[in-house]
């Protein structure tokens, strides 16, 4: 369990000192909540380390974003109860890409992609299966969503590797 707090998308109770006018701080203990190592999937867990690294990528260093912690904790949550991960990835990029203002609002999409992506404003991450996109669907997403990405960040996301090798 030790090592567990170390793993991307890991819910973590910390305890950490600081000393004034030092970049560094100092960790007295970490202890897992939960952890997506827990997760029964070896997708499941690609798709922490692919949802860690773009909140790694988006927030701002030494900032703390509210929405982005709940968005991470809310992703972790639904890939332990079992949700669909490649819906749930594609939740996961809609949302990011919203909270952080670049999601166009006149997307060239298919009317099934449209209807899934309103519906992601509907549903808990957990209940994105509910929304019944097929894997055109999220193939079609993903390729837009990978764009906008990509775009923004002016290159391509690390934790992309990460799925592509799965």
């Given at each position: ?11 973590v109770r ?6 004034e ?14 952890s997506p190592?827990?997760?029964a999937?070896?997708e499941?867990?690609g798709?922490?380390h ?49 909270l ?8 060239p ?8 992506l ?11 299966e ?11 997403i993903?390729l ?8 923004h ?6 934790s992309?590797r ?5």
């Open positions: 369990a030790r090592w567990a707090s170390t793993e991307p998308l890991t819910e910390i305890s950490y000192f600081e000393k006018r030092r970049e560094l701080v100092g960790l007295n203990y970490a202890e897992p909540v939960r190592l827990s997760a999937s070896p499941a867990l798709y922490s692919y949802f860690a690294g773009l909140i790694d990528e988006w927030a701002a260093e030494a900032d703390v974003d509210e929405r982005l912690y709940r968005l991470g904790t809310s992703a972790l949550e639904a890939l332990l109860s079992g949700a669909p991960v490649e819906a749930l990835g594609r939740y996961f990029e809609c949302w990011l890409l919203r952080q203002g670049v999601y166009p609002p006149d997307l999409l298919s009317s099934d992609a449209a209807t899934f309103d519906g992601v404003r509907r549903v808990a991450p957990r209940d994105v509910s929304l019944g996109a097929t894997s055109r669907v999220l193939r079609e993903e837009i969503h990978r764009k906008l990405i990509a775009m960040l002016e290159r391509e996301p690390r992309v990460v799925l592509n090798e799965l």
